[in-house]
């Protein structure tokens, strides 16, 4: 653990396993509540100074951190695909977008803002300044373990904010990496305290109890960002939460089917589809549904499976559960009349979690594996004929994370792109994420924004001055 900026050992251990074989990669303290305890005390001490540092210093941590990350890209990426499973090509991928939040960040930092008004009576002025909100407690998934911290992490620390990061418990050691890494760049000690955990209800509690904690920022699912704003919500703590996500993916019967097929596979296989902003549905124009299939069927079969040491496109799923919910899915869906039209290959003798990647054909609207968020290679094809009925389709879900849509014509893409419910839209794109956007879902998806000026503005809290003025 990173208490106070030392290097501590709890009192227990956990092990962080491969989920490519199932060895053992390391034992991580396992941090109890009065860790979390101490590590709030160390934010909350590190604070005032963090606070007061000149926004040019902050600015300029934060891009030597940039630079330090990029100038050990392969070790981290080799250990994202360790603990994670991905392969390397997406391990290297989430690197260089982990280490861009550093870098947009610390662009933004010197850019502060604030403004100088005349009341309407003109006998007050108004003085408007943005100050950090205060310790913020940042909780993480396994999916992305780089990117996931600094997308929170370099916000926090350019609003002038100390933090107490929890990583998933799956993926702790990349966040440890990355905490090095800004303990190397100059972050003063207590300003980023990392404490992994098998005790995740209990440690993330005590940081929510805790008074000096001001603000939480949670990625994970929907179902845990539920408890997490109920606790939220017995002292007001500030909440972003960036939930799951049931990304439809549309496209029409003018889409260039080519360009179509191209983007699911970055939309749906990257990651071995373990990303919120996965397309999790495909909806495909009835008349040319039959060509989008062959297309990507043809793409799906070329997909090689396997540990990411041996160069394969799609690792391991991150845990035996992971692979049996996914295979539940498929086995729903086929039950309820859909058909598996295209396979990957999965190599025999392989120990870990892996899945075949797979595309599913005339899924009913209302199988699991379209309704529920899937996490995993799978790719199932709704056909449709006329707008409003896909629209209902599409809208009909609590999530609103993202959406791709595919059209031969611009005005007709950003129709379906307004009218879909989703906080980010792929247009003729199948990817979404950038450290200059503001990343984020509407509905269940989730509240506030990641990335762009947005992502800052969530570390931050508005105060107004009202100043006396007696005239000329
Ligand atoms: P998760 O089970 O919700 O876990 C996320 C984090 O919360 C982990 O650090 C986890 O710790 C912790 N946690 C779990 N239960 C908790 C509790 N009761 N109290 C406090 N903390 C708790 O999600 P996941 O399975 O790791 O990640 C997959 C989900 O994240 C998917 O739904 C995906 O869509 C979503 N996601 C969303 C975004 C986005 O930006 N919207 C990005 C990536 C992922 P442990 O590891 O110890 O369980």
């Not at 860790?35 to 100074?49: K, L, Q």
């Not at 600015?59 to 940039?66: D, N, W």
């Not at 439809?248 to 080519?258: C, K, N, Q, R, Y």
């Not at 379906?416 to 269940?444: C, H, I, N, T, Y």
Request: glycine residues 10%; contains cysteine.
């Amino acid at each position: 653990m990173l208490i106070g900026g030392r290097w501590r050992a709890a009192a227990a251990t956990f092990t962080v396993d491969d989920p490519a074989t199932g060895a053992v990669l390391a034992h991580v303290s396992d941090g109890s509540r009065q860790d979390a305890h101490d590590a709030v005390t160390a934010a909350s001490e590190a604070a005032a100074g963090w606070r007061r540092t000149a926004p040019r210093q902050r600015a300029e941590t934060l891009r030597r951190a940039y630079e330090l990350m990029i100038a050990d890209a392969d070790r981290l990426a080799a250990l994202i695909a360790a603990e994670n499973g991905k392969s390397l090509a997406d391990a290297a991928g989430e690197v260089a977008y982990a280490a861009e939040f550093f870098r947009w960040f610390s662009e933004e930092t010197a850019r502060t803002s604030g403004s100088y008004g005349e009341s309407p009576a003109g006998d007050t002025r108004i003085v408007v300044t943005h100050r950090p909100v205060g310790v913020a407690a940042l909780v993480t998934p396994w999916n992305f373990p780089a990117a996931m911290a600094t997308r929170k992490i370099a916000p926090a620390l350019a609003a002038g904010c100390t933090v107490v990061l929890k990583p998933a418990s799956q993926t702790p050691l990349t966040a440890l990496a990355v905490a090095r890494i800004l303990a190397a760049a100059g972050v003063p000690d207590g300003v980023v305290n990392v404490v992994p955990t098998t005790d995740s209800r209990g440690v993330v509690a005590a940081w929510l109890a805790d008074q000096r904690v001001r603000k939480i920022s949670f990625t994970g699912s929907t179902e845990v960002g539920r408890a997490l704003l109920k606790q939220a919500a017995d002292r007001v703590v500030n909440s972003s939460m960036e939930l799951g996500g049931n990304a439809p993916f549309i496209v029409t019967e003018d889409a260039d089917l080519e360009e179509a097929v191209a983007g699911a596979m970055v939309a749906k296989f990257r990651n071995g589809g373990q990303a919120c902003t996965a397309a999790n549905r495909f909806y495909v124009h009835a008349d040319v549904a039959d060509a989008f299939v062959a297309k990507l069927g043809a793409a799906v079969e070329q997909l090689t499976v396997g540990p990411a040491a041996s160069g394969a496109q799609v690792g391991p799923l991150i845990s035996a559960t992971a692979v049996e919910d996914v295979r539940a899915l498929v086995d729903a869906a086929v039950a309820g009349g859909a058909t598996v039209t295209h396979r990957a290959a999965v190599p025999a003798g392989l120990t870990g979690h892996f899945v075949a990647p797979v595309v599913l054909c005339d899924v009913p609207p209302d199988s699991p594996v379209v309704t529920e968020e899937i996490f995993g290679p799978v790719a199932p094809i709704v056909t449709w004929r006329h707008e409003d009925e896909l629209l209902g389709m599409v809208n009909g879900s609590e999530y609103g994370l993202a959406a791709y849509v595919y059209a031969g014509d611009l005005r007709r893409a950003l129709r379906l792109a307004e009218a879909v419910d989703a906080g980010m839209v792929g247009v003729g794109r199948g990817l979404v994420s950038d450290p200059a956007a503001p990343f984020g879902g509407v509905k269940q998806s989730g509240l506030g924004r990641e990335g762009a000026r947005q992502g800052l503005e969530e570390f931050t809290e508005t105060q107004y001055f009202s100043i006396g003025w007696s005239g000329a």
